[in-house]
């Protein structure tokens, strides 16, 4: 039994998809698809014949379909950020690596001011901060310090200033606010496709591995077949 793979890697043979010729090292025996592939590949181009290659180019091109098929299957229409786990997928190239770097450094000054304003007016300084001056300004009009109080009871100034603050406030923190969301919104789809990526990979090597495993045991008993002959033959001459 000699197997296409151990033949002289120089040697060229034509892939039966595209008709171009490779060298050996280039092309994979259809044999060795695993039945899912097979299946996929007969279906789109006929019955193949027996050790017919293929070359990585068209393998690779299969091997998308046939994910983007178990996708469209599983969940109806594909996403942009499903097809971008696809592609990455099928050009082989790692999908932690090219997922958008997230936006942790605010851009514009006025934002970067949000982001500050929000964190102060979040905290337990501002609170406090707060609650002193509003004391102190209601002590120094009740007690007068001065000789004519700046806002006597029930101190209008006061409120004004406290509307004004509240009235700037909301919009500065609704600010930092969807910069907080869009931040998480990206953070969760390169969470999402990452993840995606995982399980077609783990489906995959699944795959790979009962085919191999199935392989394998035809493999033995055939072996096996031939040992019993060996020795039925020699039991026999005696
Ligand atoms: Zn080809």
Redesign the pocket.
């Known amino acids: 039994m000699t197997s296409p793979h151990r033949a002289n890697p120089k040697t060229t043979q034509t ?6 010729p ?1 060298t050996l090292r280039h092309l994979r025996s259809v044999d060795h698809l695993r039945p899912s592939i097979l299946a996929m590949l007969e279906e789109q181009e006929g019955a193949l014949p027996e050790h017919a290659m ?2 990585e ?3 690779s091109k299969i091997r998308r379909k046939h994910v983007e098929q178990l996708l469209q299957d599983e969940r109806g229409e594909l996403s942009a950020l499903d097809r971008r786990v696809l592609n990455d997928l099928s050009m082989d190239v790692s999908t932690a690596a090219t997922v958008d770097p997230e936006v942790d450094q605010p851009t514009t000054i006025g934002v970067r001011a949000a982001d500050a304003v929000a964190a102060f007016g979040g905290s337990w300084t501002f609170i406090i901060l707060f609650a002193s001056v509003l004391a102190i300004w209601m002590a120094i009009n009740v007690v007068g310090v001065f000789k004519q109080p700046f806002d006597p009871y029930p101190f209008i100034l006061l409120n004004l200033v406290l509307s004004c603050v509240a009235a700037m406030q909301a919009p500065i923190i609704m600010m930092s606010q969807k910069r907080q969301e869009e931040k998480d919104r990206l953070r969760s789809e390169n969470d999402y496709m990452i993840n995606l990526r995982a399980e077609l990979e783990i489906r995959q090597l699944h795959e790979k591995i009962d085919h191999q495993m199935a392989q394998q045991w035809q493999r033995l008993a055939e072996l096996q077949q031939i040992q019993i002959d060996l020795l039925e033959s020699e039991a026999s001459k005696k």
């Open positions: 892939c039966c998809i595209c008709n171009k490779f293929i070359c180019g068209d393998l």
